[in-house]
């Protein structure tokens, strides 16, 4: 599904190199994890996957089953099926989370050649889909994350992955925020958009979210690229050890 | 000074002035006459250059093509036809409507008419001139004169066509609320090349009015434009103006605040692009305190590209003894380039020290993690910086209270923008 291959990133301005030759293969249908210190690059990876501008790709590739992500604009990668699900969503004033939605989802259909939907189609696929996700329809009618709280933030971009249907979702740290109550309601929308032909990147800090969110892989991310890869297992070893035995093993410190 | 009242005098020569109403007429122009025509150097005139509406005659102005369905279309209003100014009978609904009496100066002008024209205007020349406004006052050639009762039945629509290349109107308006009276006033269209127009609103007691207006679309018309509202004890004064395109447009709201527990609130969005000409659009506000616990707010938004400008003078004056004043101005570019410009001015003049008074004024470009964030859902660039615009613009547009006119307004505001692309 993503192949990315010998990434280098470096910010635009500036020479801070953030991506150092990273590697990772994410198959069909599957859920992977990256954990890893704070300033590992796994925001930054994600960004520059989605397309935010800011960053400069020196060298490598990241392909989208089999499509080179990197030349695309980034609504056109969200056409292809990527969603990045953010740490911190954005807040839209004045712009209705259904305007916003259909926009989006119209928008999608139409760059894939699809018939757009009409106003009652959509209406009654949002309202289907956020029963689901147990989203209050009142939610649905605020301005786009305006005054929701953490939870409700980090459920509205579970809606919108369940809107989009994405092939590819990567999400930003969506336990950042959120109490356990919140992170439970989160994790199940997930893993109810888990299936066969769907495959997720979880980036976190902590093993707790991946409780609720199994991963086939874990990655270790630290200096900007994949470490060491296991499975499940690997993240109870790091909740337990912390991440310094990986780090010295690469002859890397923590403190950095 | 001779050079002044020449350039007046030669202003006036070429105008005639409608029928009746001789004795304000006089007494404007002896005001007009005594402040003379402004120039740049005038303190309320630096930013807007006047020269073009002091010129004798109008430059020529194109009027733009009829491609939309006309606003408040499907709407259930009284409408009152203006060709250029000149009234127009057979386009516009009879003059009648419960709860309210219509009449027109270049009709018949009745005794309350007589009573309220020119007073407001004149009023509102001190402590700042207004020229334009005595201007109009001396040579309206016509306007609605509409007195309400009760609740009127409907809203009324002035619709403003623009058909000439060089019309040049003068229209005059007064809108008078007894107590407890209401009306919707919905304003819609260019008028002409060159539009003068002034419109007084008298609010009684517990009277509530709502004003929504459309400006544009014709890129290369000039318009000044005044409103003088004076609201009585508990009475409500909502006035809204969306302007699109526009080489001029200097629209002036002088409210006067006179009794206890009063709510006024004018507010305005202007969208220039200066591709498809020039444009011009300057808010000049100034709402006077003198009652108890009143409330005003001001919010008005530009959205400006490739070389528009936008100005904004607002000021509020609380008086001695207005006090628990609720004064609030917020006026906000969002320049779509490094080409456009805003100028603003904000001003605070309190006399009164149990009050609450705030103002701001910002000017900042779109926001680029929004823009990302729509962009990452599959929204076209071009489509993403539409919705942030109407989120720009979202604190200006919730102040028309009724939801069908705000999505009416919503959607014209879409229109443009779609056809404003880079």
Known sequence: MLEINNLHVKLEEGEKVILKGMNLTVETGKVHAIMGPNGSGKSTMSYVLAGRPGYTVTAGSAKLQGQELLDMEPEARASAGLFLAFQYPVEIPGVGNMTFLRTALNAQRKARGDDELSAGEFLKLVRDKAKSLKIDAEMLKRPVNVGFSGGEKKRNEILQMAMLEPKMCILDETDSGLDVDAMRLVSEGVNALRSEGRSFLVITHYQRLLDHIQPDVVHIMADGRILHTGGPDLALEVEKNGYAEILAAHGLTEAK | ?422
Not at chain 2, 62 to 73: G, I, K, N, V
Not at chain 2, 202 to 213: S, T, Y
Not at chain 2, 214 to 227: F, I, K, L, M
Not at chain 2, 330 to 351: G, M, N, R, T
């Open chain 2, 1 to 422: 000074m001779a050079a002044k009242e020449e350039m007046v005098a030669a202003r006036l020569a070429g105008l005639t002035a409608g029928p009746g109403l001789s004795g304000p007429r006089a007494a404007a122009r002896a005001r007009l006459a005594a402040m003379g025509l402004p120039g740049r150097r005038d303190e309320y005139w630096r930013w807007t250059d006047p020269a073009a509406l002091n010129a004798v005659t109008p430059a020529p102005a194109t009027a733009a093509a009829e491609d939309e369905a006309p606003l408040f279309d499907a709407l259930d209003r009284l409408k009152i036809v203006f060709v250029d100014g000149v009234f127009d009978a057979a386009a516009s609904d009879d003059l009648a409507l419960s709860g309210v009496e219509i009449a027109r100066i270049a009709d018949k002008i009745p005794g309350w008419a007589e009573a309220l024209y020119g007073t407001l205007e004149a009023a509102g020349q001190d402590p700042v001139k207004r020229p334009f406004a005595a201007l109009n006052t001396a040579q309206a050639t016509d306007g609605v004169l509409i007195r309400v009762t009760a609740a009127a039945a409907k809203p009324i629509n002035l619709i403003y066509v623009h058909k000439s290349e060089l019309s040049d109107p003068i229209l005059h308006h007064l809108v008078q609320l007894e107590p407890g009276a209401e009306l919707t006033l919905l304003e819609t269209g260019p008028a002409g090349a060159r539009f003068n127009k002034v419109m007084e609103v008298d609010l009684a007691a517990g009277a509530r009015f709502h004003h929504i207006r459309a400006q544009g679309p014709d890129s290369e018309r000039r318009a000044v434009t005044h409103v003088f509202a004076r609201v009585a004890e508990k009475a409500l004064f909502k006035s809204f103006t969306v302007t699109v395109n526009g080489a001029l447009t200097r629209n002036e709201a002088v409210i006067d605040i006179i009794g206890n527990d009063a709510v006024a609130h004018v507010a305005g969005a202007a969208l220039g692009d200066g591709a498809t000409g020039a444009f011009l659009h300057d808010d000049t506000v100034f709402v006077t305190h003198a009652g108890l616990r009143c409330e005003s707010r001001q919010v008005f938004k530009k959205v400006l590209k490739h070389g528009a400008i936008g100005t904004f003078q607002g000021k509020i004056l609380v008086k001695p003894g207005a006090q628990k004043t609720d004064g609030y101005q917020i006026s906000q570019s969002l320049l779509l380039d490094d080409d456009s410009q805003f100028l603003a001015k904000p001003e605070l003049e309190i006399y009164a020290d149990d009050v609450k008074c705030s103002h701001g004024s910002t000017t900042g470009a779109i926001d680029e993690t929004a823009l990302f964030y729509l962009r990452s859902r599959g929204v076209p660039e071009e489509e993403a910086k539409g919705l942030l615009v109407l989120s720009f613009l979202a604190d200006a547009i919730d102040e028309i209270e009724d939801a069908g006119l705000k999505e009416e307004i919503v959607a014209r505001l879409e229109t443009w923008l779609s056809r404003h692309r880079d």
